[in-house]
């Protein structure tokens, strides 16, 4: 969603905070803004559009410098993307600037009683009460911070907050209540940031602030205060990170590079997980005994978006391997729909970026309710990976693009290794648990020879690329692969597509079908290939396009398909991992061929953090 990064210390402060914000832009940016204190007075600004926008229209450098900075880029929630609704937003003298991500919900009854007070208000934002209400208490406490308490104790929503005040020109200060905050500690000089990867090039020492922590940061000095009362001794960490992993390196986009990448980005997910001796998987951060296993009577999957697939993947894997019951579930459903949750109910939060807000409250209204909650997540010490009771990373690497490629195939990775360890207590025996482990060995180069093809598919996007629907089908494990090919599509190439279990077709969707409409089917050799075909056939004859999925040495799909994608062979729980490459590179290359913007599609984010 929104963007923070702030800087204090000795250097120039602007080219480093527009710097560290280009590094999260991918992250979504509709408008730009920044604060400086320049000759001790508080400069602001602001642009609609790209952080190239604002970065023209600063002044010469002479005019804008200062060793204290805060910057941010929007993401629309209250308000147009515009100049005055960019941030930061101000009080009414210009004196106090706040870059603000989350949401504040009482932010209208507010604005009136702000209003009434006497506040001139110039933004739509939500954001802009909390500079008036800091204005408002500045008057009446005795310092700066306790003016911040009293302001925040009367707002209602989330927020990762940076402060600038021109009363107070050296220092920073940062807050956070439900949106990640990071403050990283270089040699006299100090960083502030939603996300690590704005400024692991400045420094690798990082620490997390937690809901409710003001941090009042200066050059030489940091302080924080939980609750704006008792001092607080952060946990800081190294973070493990390496620059390259957020370069584009020889790939057009970021999108290209992580799927290219997921031949090794799904060995990392497995590697050092299997126990060949045993045939079964080592997932130790669950931190769960054989005897909790064993009492495991059910199993809840939770997630959005792409990771909503993924989890869906893992109910036909898990129910398959272990015969325990999945339910799975929109994270924002699952927080608001009050969920029946029994002793022995295992539950699982699903996330690459494990900032997602539905996903984390999801996990709260969980443990609130006495649950184990774990979390699948990709980002190291993300709210969701430090909240759970366990859980497992990924190990994906750093994901850029806004649609979700590597992080989806390590997830099923994943959950295909926690269906073998649930399946090896119950089920599943020595040899097939290591069958199963063998063939998810053999998966990346099974990738790999996928890829290859990527030449075929581009030639197969130039054929669809300005078709207006798109329909995916997909039967079994494959049907959440058929939603996910869809989704891929319509978020980056703005086609309207939709993914069905075949069989649904005739229910409904069949009378969308013309010779106009691509229809892009997974029909791989697997109990449920026959009965697919036969809703193929279906589809060709009220004269669809088809382009279809199959394995290497099924030729029958030629004679009905304009275009047929063959696929090695692989154990049916394992093919999602290879469906699915397939489609994310055909919504690539569609969306390339359109001339979109592939990594950063309008109107998203690539963490949702607000509700
Ligand atoms: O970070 P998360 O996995 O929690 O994100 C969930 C969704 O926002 C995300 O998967 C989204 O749907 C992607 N744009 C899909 O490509």
Redesign the pocket.
């Known amino acids: 969603m929104s963007n923070i990064v702030g800087y204090i210390g000795k250097r120039n402060a602007l080219p480093i905070v527009i710097e560290a914000l280009k590094r999260l832009e991918y992250r979504g940016c509709d408008s730009a803004g920044c604060a400086i204190i320049h000759d001790n007075k508080l400069q602001i600004y602001k642009k609609p559009g790209k952080i190239v926008d604002l970065e023209r229209s600063l002044p010469e450098p002479n005019l804008c410098s200062g060793s204290v900075a805060i910057a941010h880029t929007r993401w629309a929630t209250h308000g147009e993307p515009s100049e005055v609704n960019a941030h930061p937003q101000i009080d009414c003298y210009g004196k106090i600037a706040i870059v603000h991500n989350g949401i504040i919900e009482n932010y209208i009854p507010l604005k009136k009683q702000l209003i009434e007070l006497g506040h001139q208000f110039i933004s739509d934002t939500d954001t802009e009460v909390i500079a008036h209400l800091i204005e408002q208490y500045r008057t009446s406490e005795p310092t700066i911070q306790e003016a911040i308490r009293v302001a925040l104790s009367k707002v209602e929503g989330t927020y990762g907050l940076a402060i600038l005040c021109e009363d107070e020109p050296d220092q920073i200060f940062a807050i956070r209540k439900g949106s990640p905050l990071i403050v990283g500690i270089g040699d006299n000089e100090h960083f502030i940031a939603n996300d690590v990867s704005a400024i692991v090039i400045h420094t690798k020492r990082v620490f997390y602030l937690q809901d409710d922590e003001l941090c009042i940061l200066k050059g030489d000095y940091f302080e924080i205060t939980n609750g704006f009362r008792e001092k607080v001794k952060p946990q800081v960490s190294t973070v493990d990170w390496d620059i390259s992993a957020i370069e584009k390196g020889p790939y057009k986009h970021f999108m290209l590079k992580e799927i290219f990448e997921q031949p090794i980005s799904v060995d990392n997910a497995f590697r050092g997980r299997i126990d060949e001796s045993s045939g079964n998987a080592r997932l130790g951060g669950l931190k769960l005994t054989p005897q909790d296993i064993s009492k495991i009577e059910q199993i809840h999957l939770v ?8 989890a869906l993947i893992g109910k036909y894997m898990i129910e398959d391997f272990a015969r325990i019951p999945v339910q799975v579930e929109f ?1 924002s459903e699952y927080r608001y729909r009050n969920p029946i949750i029994q002793d022995n109910t295992l539950i699982f ?8 807000a ?2 984390l409250a999801a996990l709260r209204e969980a443990q609130s309710k006495g649950a184990k909650v774990y979390g699948i ?3 190291v010490g993300s709210s ?1 990976a430090r909240e759970s009771n366990g859980g497992s990373y990924i190990h994906a690497g750093t994901e850029i ?5 590597k ?2 195939t390590s ?1 099923i990775t994943i959950l295909f290794l926690l269906s073998i360890l649930l399946g090896r207590q119950r089920n599943l025996s020595s040899i097939q648990g290591l069958e199963y482990i063998r063939e998810l060995q053999r998966i990346p180069a099974k990738i790999e020879s996928i890829l290859q093809q990527s030449e075929y598919i581009r030639e197969i996007a130039e054929t669809i690329k300005d078709s207006h629907n798109a329909m995916y089908l997909g039967r079994g494990i494959n049907y959440p692969v058929a939603l ?1 090919g869809a ?2 599509l319509k ?2 190439s703005y086609i309207h597509a939709e993914g069905y279990a075949a069989a649904e077709m005739k229910h409904g969707p069949i009378a969308l079908i013309d010779k106009e409409m691509p229809v892009i089917a997974i029909a791989t050799n697997d109990p449920l290939y026959d009965k697919i075909h036969n809703n193929l056939e279906e589809v060709y004859s009220r004269k669809a396009r088809l382009i279809t999925i199959t394995n290497e040495g099924n030729t029958e799909l030629e004679n009905i398909s304009e275009r047929v994608i063959y696929l090695p062979s692989t154990l049916q729980n394992l093919q999602p991992l290879l469906t699915v490459i397939p489609l994310q590179l055909l919504a690539y290359y569609v969306a390339d061929l359109k001339g979109l913007n592939v990594d950063q ?1 309008r109107n ?5 953090t607000v509700e």
């Not at 997630?303 to 993924?310: E, I, K, N, P, Q």
């Not at 939060?349 to 997602?356: A, D, L, R």
Request: hydrophobic letters at 35%; glycine letters at 10%; a negative charge.
């Open positions: 997630g959005c978006g792409t990771s909503y697939h993924a994270a939060v699903i996330s690459q970026s494990g900032e997602t539905d996903s997540t990709n980002v969701i693009g806004v649609a979700s490629t992080a989806f997830q996910e989704l891929k978020e980056i599609p998203l984010a690539k963490s949702v």
